[in-house]
């Protein structure tokens, strides 16, 4: 006869959710340990007996009744008997790999045209219902084999497992509208939905779905018809991004020009505050700048410059430039037949068009040189 166990405990890993003692020959003095987030269900002859939570126990009839019948109470509380004991490991198993066997086939809503993905991603797992039923899983997956881990539970629930994420997928993808290049924007709404529709599946099996999430969407890269919308999907979005780009550039330049005109503009306004003018005295300095690099008043008209023009550049200058003007144009005219006059009228007309050409030179309007010609002239006229 095998050796009998004297202590019976969980020796499985953490990525195990269901572990069968290897012994099963057992006394009533032998000593059961059931750790937290554990339970031990104890079969024999095929019949699950009983069910231990946490806690250290012996292997009395006192702790499982059922066995009285079985003991052999003449040759004391060392009578042997045969049983299984099975551990379930009620902790939630995270990190669990889960991808789609194949590529689920739709029609892209944005093109038109079929195209193909896949999924992958994680779930947690956690054996026992919302009833707290754990047996479940022993009775209906396990039978008599002796480990069940993460790797064979996934493969027991992969065809419902694909069968869901691939349907769900695709109409989702459907009725959303939502284009190949847009299904990271939703992968949380894939996984929540799906979360909710394969809960009962796992619920069945006493595994509760404690977490379900969808990771990454494989596209079909390589593909010459998956490049190609790839290729105009960018382009289509490149060029607005472009265009907007542009436009922004301009709307910046012309801002900055339009500033520096601003600028230039305050900038001169200062300097004729400074020196002690307005916009209408300077325009005046101009036309007199103008006028007076001419080779002789003579050629004012010719110029285009009337009269009116130089008694409308306003101020004080205005008035002089303009009045000096038109008398030292009257002072040129070509002579009029002497007309017979007194002497002393003469002096006075004389000195006038003097006192006028001198101020036509202090304004800057006629030469010393251009000065002096014109007086001779006036002088020649009245000798």
């Known amino acids: 006869m095998a050796k009998i166990a004297e202590l019976i405990k969980?020796?499985?890993?953490?990525?195990?959710?269901?572990?069968?003692?290897?012994?099963?020959?057992?006394?009533?003095?032998?000593?059961?340990?059931?750790?937290?987030?554990q339970e031990a269900?104890?079969?024999?002859?095929?019949?699950?007996?009983?069910?231990?939570?946490?806690?250290?126990?012996?292997?009395?009839?006192?702790?499982?009744?059922?066995?009285?019948?079985?003991?052999?109470?003449?040759?004391?509380?060392?009578?042997?008997?045969?049983?299984?004991?099975?551990?379930?490991?009620?902790?939630?198993?995270m990190a669990i790999k889960w991808g789609t066997d194949s590529k689920v086939?739709?029609?892209?809503?944005?093109?038109?045209?079929?195209?193909?993905?896949?999924?992958?991603?994680?779930?947690?797992?956690r054996v026992g219902d919302h009833d707290g039923d754990s047996r479940k899983l022993l009775l209906k997956l396990v039978g008599t084999e002796s480990h069940l881990?993460?790797?064979?539970?996934?493969?027991?629930?992969?065809?419902?497992?694909?069968?869901?994420?691939k349907t769900y997928i695709a109409q989702y993808m459907k009725n959303n509208a939502v284009s190949i290049f847009e299904l990271d924007e939703h992968l949380t709404a894939f996984s929540e939905a799906l979360h909710?529709?394969?809960?009962?599946?796992?619920?069945?099996?006493?595994?509760?779905?404690?977490?379900?999430l969808v990771t990454n969407v494989v596209r079909p890269e390589g593909e010459r018809q998956y490049e190609r919308f790839k290729d105009l999907y960018f382009r289509q979005y490149a060029d607005i991004a472009e265009a907007k780009l542009q436009q922004q550039t301009a709307v910046i330049y012309a801002d900055t020009e339009a500033q520096k005109k601003v600028i230039e503009a305050q900038a001169t306004a200062k300097k004729r505050e400074i020196e002690g003018y307005t916009y209408a005295q300077e325009r005046g300095f101009d036309v007199a700048e103008k006028v007076a690099q001419n080779e002789a008043v003579g050629q004012f008209t010719n110029m285009g410059v009337g009269l009116g023009t130089m008694a409308g550049v306003g101020g004080a200058v205005g008035g002089v430039v303009g009045g000096a003007v038109s008398n030292a144009m009257n002072s040129v005219q070509p002579a009029q037949p002497a007309q017979p006059t007194q002497p002393t009228d003469d002096m006075a007309a004389f000195k006038a068009k003097v006192e006028k050409l001198a101020a036509m030179k202090e304004a800057g309007l006629i030469s010393d040189e251009e000065f002096a010609q014109m007086k001779a002239k006036l002088l020649s006229d009245i000798l």
């Open 10 to 37: 969980y020796e499985g890993d953490n990525s195990t959710f269901i572990w069968k003692h290897p012994s099963e020959d057992f006394n009533s003095l032998t000593q059961l340990v059931v750790h937290e987030s």
């Open 41 to 93: 269900i104890f079969f024999m002859n095929g019949q699950a007996l009983d069910l231990f939570g946490p806690g250290r126990y012996t292997l009395e009839t006192q702790n499982i009744p059922i066995l009285g019948k079985f003991l052999n109470r003449a040759t004391g509380d060392n009578s042997p008997f045969h049983c299984e004991v099975y551990f379930i490991n009620k902790a939630e198993q």
């Open 105 to 125: 086939q739709y029609i892209d809503p944005q093109f038109g045209f079929p195209l193909t993905v896949g999924a992958s991603g994680e779930m947690a797992l």
């Open 149 to 165: 881990g993460q790797e064979k539970l996934v493969s027991f629930f992969r065809a419902f497992l694909m069968t869901r994420v």
């Open 196 to 212: 909710k529709l394969l809960i009962p599946d796992f619920a069945d099996y006493g595994v509760t779905l404690e977490r379900f």
